[in-house]
């Protein structure tokens, strides 16, 4: 598992440049209420996460246009939504839930309409992922390890695609994970921990040098 976990640190850490910080919680609760009745409040929620939800969903759709539209439902499923939200998930954990809904939604019908051969154009597609601090020859490869390691991640089980995101793609800890998906803390360490699992034997099969520096 050692390279599969140094891949994903690394690319954890790229994104995690890219990561806004949440609101103040007590803040943000009383801003949540205003916007039971408030267009305007719901707008300031809106501009506070609109980044991280889009970012998150364009992450694991690498579909610029899907991301946007799935972005935008998920803030019009919030807004019906939100007279039923009493706070028992921090409110992007509760966005997060909804934007994960609308991917299964997407992701169950690119399956039915998706060829044997899936095609990727890994630079056009990764073009809102930065990484910093690297210089040409740098990025490049580290966009191409990013492009790898996403198209072995939508291979595995949905299960274990969602739960590797969150940790490694968002930089969620397991309590924020499991207040998302509504299980228990110690059920997301064993999904991460088999799906990492599964992901190494996947890649072995595929090149289990690929992570490794070579020219």
């Not at 509760?94 to 630079?123: P, V």
Request: charged residues 30%; proline residues 1%.
């Amino acid at each position: 598992m050692t390279a599969i976990s140094q891949a994903l640190r690394k690319l954890e850490k790229i994104v995690a440049a890219n990561t806004d910080e949440c609101a103040d919680i007590e803040s943000e609760k009383t801003l949540v209420e205003h916007a039971k009745t408030s267009a305007a409040a719901f707008g300031q929620l809106y501009e506070i996460h609109y980044s991280a939800i889009l970012n998150y969903i364009y992450r694991r759709t690498l579909n610029k246009n899907a991301a946007e539209e799935l972005t935008s439902n998920t803030f019009f499923n919030a807004l019906n939504a939100l007279p039923k939200y009493h706070h028992k998930a921090p409110f992007r954990a509760w966005l997060y839930r909804i934007a994960l809904n609308e991917l299964r939604m997407f992701f169950r019908k690119e399956k039915r309409r998706r060829t044997t051969e899936q095609t990727f154009l890994w630079k056009e597609d990764i073009e809102r992922i930065y990484f910093h601090g690297l210089n040409v020859e740098e990025r490049e490869a580290s966009m191409k390890q990013y492009a790898h390691l996403h198209r072995e991640i939508s291979n595995l089980p949905m299960r274990y695609q969602e739960v590797i995101a969150f940790r490694f793609f968002e930089n969620l800890e397991y309590f924020e994970i499991s207040q998302i998906l509504g299980k228990r803390m110690g059920t997301v360490k064993s999904l991460i921990h088999r799906g990492l699992k599964r992901l190494r034997k996947q890649m072995e099969k595929q090149d289990a040098t690929f992570f490794e520096n070579r020219h």
